[in-house]
C-alpha cells in the first residue's frame, strides 16, 4: 500500500496553493533578480520592528505565552481597532486563520461561497477539508456580492471576500459591503479578507472591522506580510466576532505566531514614519507602473493594492512572464492576464527598461 493511500480521503486529489507563480529560466549574465512576483513591500521592515526582533531572540528560549506576551500583543491590537481582546486571532500568516476556519468549521459536503479570481489560498483550504468551493465570477473585475448571495444554501458555513481583491486589485464600496451585510443569512459566517486594506489610499474608506463591533458573525483579516514588510516573519491576525475567536483558540496551538515575530509586529504597527514611508513608495510606484503599462498598450485594472493587473496585448501572459523573467525581472502570470508587483523606484524603473526591451524584442 502506498503512502497516498492511506491519506484522508479530501488529500488524495489535492492540489496545494502554490504561491509566487511559475519558475522562469533567467539568461546567462544577469546580476539582479527584481522579484515582483509576490507583493512583498521591497523597503524592507520597519528598523525599530528588525530591532525589536533582535532583542526578542535574546529570550526566544519562551514561548511566546510566557510572561504574558501573546495576551499583551493581543491588546495591543485590540486598543489599536478599537475592539477588546476577546475579538483578537494571532497566527503565523494571515494563512493560520483561514487553516483555522478549515478545522473548526467545514466538514466533507459543506460550502464556502466567493468569487473568482481571488486569493488561491482559499479555495486549497476549502478543497483540504473535503468542502465545496463555489464561485461566481468576478464582475467588472471586482467581487459581485449580489451573485454570491444567490449562491448561498443551507449547506454554506462560510462567505469569503478579498477586499481590495487579489489578483486584480479592485475594491468595493462601503455600500456595496453593507448591503450584503443587511442580506446574508444567519448561518453564514462572513470572511473579508483585508491584507491590502492599509494600501487603499482614501481615509473615508471604512474596514470590515465596524461589523465585528457590530456583533455581525464575520472575521476580518490582517497581515503583516504586506505594508509591514514582514512577509518572512509570518504574522497575521483575525479582528472577529469573540464567539468565533473563543473556538478557533481552541486550536491556537496549531497555527501560534513566534515569540521574535510578535515583537517586530507591535514594533512595526507603531512606527508612523515607516508607514507613511511605505504608503509614499507605493502610491507612487502604483501611479508609475500603471503609466508604463498603459503606454505599452496594455488593458489596465485600477488598482487599490500593492499591484497591478493587466492584459498584456499582443502577448499571451505566460510569455510577457518569460520575456521578462530571462531578464531577471519576476512577475506572474494569472491565466490570460499578468500581474506584477509595486517595487522600489529603482525595481519600478528597472521593469519599465526591461519591457521596453521586451516590446522591442531585443
Known amino acids: 500500500m502506498e503512502i497516498k493511500d492511506l491519506l484522508r480521503e479530501p488529500l488524495k486529489g489535492f492540489t496545494a496553493y502554490k504561491p509566487g507563480g511559475k519558475k522562469v529560466k533567467v539568461r546567462e549574465g544577469v546580476e539582479e533578480i527584481i522579484q515582483l512576483n509576490a507583493n512583498e513591500n521591497q523597503l524592507g521592515p520597519s528598523p525599530k520592528a528588525i530591532e525589536a526582533m533582535k532583542e526578542a531572540t535574546e529570550i526566544s528560549q519562551f514561548y511566546p505565552f510566557t510572561f504574558g506576551q501573546l495576551e499583551e500583543v493581543r491588546q495591543i491590537f485590540a486598543d489599536y481597532h478599537g475592539v477588546s481582546a476577546d475579538n483578537i486571532m494571532i497566527t503565523a500568516g494571515s494563512g493560520g486563520i483561514i487553516s ?10 459543506d460550502e464556502v461561497v466567493s468569487c473568482e479570481p481571488t486569493y488561491d489560498s482559499y479555495k486549497a483550504m476549502v478543497n483540504r477539508y473535503g468542502a465545496k468551493f463555489i464561485a ?77 463591533k457590530e456583533g455581525k458573525k464575520i472575521a476580518v483579516l490582517r497581515t503583516f506580510s504586506k505594508l509591514y514588510g514582514m512577509a518572512g516573519v509570518r504574522i497575521g491576525y483575525g479582528i472577529m466576532l469573540s464567539d468565533i475567536c473563543k473556538e478557533m483558540r481552541n486550536v491556537e496551538w496549531n497555527y501560534g505566531p513566534s515569540r521574535i515575530g510578535l515583537a517586530g509586529a507591535v514594533a512595526a504597527i507603531q512606527d508612523e514614519e515607516y508607514i507613511e514611508r511605505s504608503l509614499d513608495n507605493n502610491t507612487k510606484g502604483r501611479a508609475f507602473l500603471t503609466k508604463v503599462l498603459e503606454e505599452a498598450g496594455f488593458d489596465v485594472v485600477k488598482s487599490y493594492a500593492s499591484f ?4 498584456p496585448n499582443g502577448f499571451t501572459s505566460d510569455e510577457l512572464v518569460d520575456k521578462l523573467g530571462s531578464y531577471g525581472v519576476i512577475i506572474r502570470a494569472f491565466k490570460e492576464y499578468t500581474r506584477v508587483s509595486v517595487g522600489i523606484p529603482r525595481q519600478n524603473a528597472i521593469f519599465a527598461e526591461t519591457l521596453k526591451k521586451v516590446l522591442k524584442n531585443d
Do not use: C, R
Not at 483555522?100 to 459536503?109: S, W, Y
Not at 497591478?308 to 492584459?311: A, E, L, T
Open 136 to 212: 461566481a465570477p468576478l464582475k467588472n473585475y471586482g467581487y459581485d456580492l449580489e451573485a454570491m448571495l444567490e449562491l448561498i444554501t443551507e449547506k454554506t458555513k462560510l462567505a469569503v471576500i478579498v477586499n481590495p481583491n487579489n489578483p486584480t486589485g479592485t475594491l468595493l464600496t462601503n455600500q456595496e459591503l453593507d448591503d450584503f451585510m443587511d442580506k446574508v443569512p444567519d448561518h453564514v459566517i462572513v470572511v473579508i479578507d483585508e491584507a491590502y486594506f492599509e494600501w487603499i489610499g482614501d481615509k473615508n474608506y471604512q474596514s470590515a472591522i465596524k461589523y465585528v
Open 308 to 311: 497591478i493587473y493587466f492584459y
Open 100 to 109: 483555522a476556519f478549515g478545522e473548526i468549521f467545514l466538514n466533507p459536503g
